[in-house]
């Protein structure tokens, strides 16, 4: 919708062909269904890919401030919610109103449940064979997707066509998605499911401070979803429950003041209740403070800021909110998005090798790959 909308500005006739019934059907069940249509801190050290320096261009030339002032125009309510997270204050489905205003002020033509069954290319451009007939086109942008969320409709188009037209592909993974624990584990942590805290989870020297949730699959919340794109089968993560405590001080200035009470009761005070039973007991310290040594309680304060644990795998792409990996950027110019080998072809969005961030990153991208194809094409 970026793309078709910036193409149409320009003058270009242009038609969006879509399989979905409605568009925009991401966008309207992001964000709890207020959309977190972008965020202010937007930049490369927020996006993952194989060429760390690929995005630059375009997010440089869309930021943040043009999404926010397109927002503006249409007065739609928004609000920061955290870590520069920005929201629409009513319903997502006003982004999605804004974009078809947008397309619909410069004429594109909008083409709801068409299915696509071959792209040919030929010496005028493209030809599409779809169920309502054949389309040419001069240029062709690809804005498809990656394999996320299969029951909106995701599919691996995007990738087939790339490979068809000779380009690159790196290793495609779930993103941005809950972590699951082998049965065992999973067993031992059963009386958390549903419980919340305050975490850094750490991968190597990777660390996201947000809520982390236990579930009864496993780990999920903010914190989880961030580091598990940068997880890998077999790899270990850190947890850090409640960073700003000094437990260690905190255990030992309660046995001073009152050593009959229980380890348990002094955490519960900093964290929720059956997390602190749990870890009470996992350290066989459920007990009273008089009977343990500084030592046992610094160990605990240790434990408590560096449990690790050994995730089994993740959900998949079932619940994944976006796809790692994608057409290799080798093969596209970075300020137009246009395949090197082939003229006229385009991809944007979440199909490229171009990953961000949980909290609005992966909208900014869409916004500025697009807006980066549409003055191209």
């Known amino acids: 919708m970026m793309a078709a909308l910036v193409a149409g500005r320009r003058g270009r006739s242009v038609v969006l062909v879509d399989h979905a019934k409605a568009p925009g059907e991401k966008i ?6 207020r959309c977190n249509f972008t965020n202010i801190h937007a930049g490369p050290k ?3 890919s194989a060429n760390p320096h690929f995005m630059k261009s375009a997010l440089a030339r869309f930021t943040p401030a043009d999404f926010i002032a397109m927002v503006d ?6 609000h920061e919610k955290t870590l520069g997270q920005l929201f629409c204050d009513d319903s997502a489905r006003d982004i999605i109103r804004m974009l078809l ?5 410069v004429g594109v033509d909008l083409r709801l449940g068409v299915e696509i069954s071959a792209v040919e290319k030929g010496e005028g ?3 599409l064979a779809t169920s309502e007939g054949a389309i040419e086109a001069r240029a062709l942008v690809i804005a498809t997707g990656g394999k996320s969320i299969p029951k909106m409709g995701a599919t691996g188009f995007a990738y087939k066509i790339a490979e068809q037209f000779g380009l690159g592909l790196t290793e495609t993974r779930p993103g941005l998605v809950p972590l699951t624990l082998d049965p065992a584990l999973l067993a031992e942590l059963a009386p958390l499911a549903g419980v919340s805290v305050d975490a850094e989870v750490r991968h190597g020297r990777t660390a996201f401070r947000e809520a982390l949730l236990f579930t ?3 780990l999920s919340g903010p914190a989880i979803l961030q580091i598990s794109s940068y997880w890998r089968e077999g790899d270990e993560i850190a947890l850090s ?8 001080a905190v255990l030992k200035t309660a046995k001073k003041e009152n050593g009959r009470q229980a380890v348990q009761t002094v955490l519960a005070q900093h964290l929720p209740k059956r997390l602190a039973q749990y870890v009470a007991e996992r350290q066989k310290l ?4 008089a009977d343990l040594s500084d030592k046992a309680l610094e160990a605990l304060a240790a434990f408590l800021h560096g449990w690790t644990i050994k995730p089994a795998g993740s959900e998949g792409y079932r619940t994944a909110e976006v796809t790692l990996g994608g057409i290799d950027v080798s093969g596209l110019e970075s300020k137009t998005m246009m395949a090197k080998v082939v003229p006229g072809l385009y991809f944007i969005g979440e199909c490229v090798d171009v990953t961000g961030w949980l909290g609005g990153y992966n909208f900014q991208w869409a916004w500025a790959s697009g807006h980066a194809a549409g003055e191209s094409v």
């Open 28 to 33: 309207r069940i992001s964000g709890g269904g």
């Open 46 to 48: 927020n996006y993952l």
């Open 73 to 78: 125009r249409h007065g739609i309510a928004w």
């Open 101 to 105: 205003d947008e397309m619909r002020s």
């Open 125 to 127: 451009g493209f030809r």
């Open 216 to 218: 009864h699959r496993g």
């Open 241 to 248: 429950l409640e960073p700003d405590v000094d437990f260690a």
């Open 286 to 289: 459920d007990k009273p403070l």
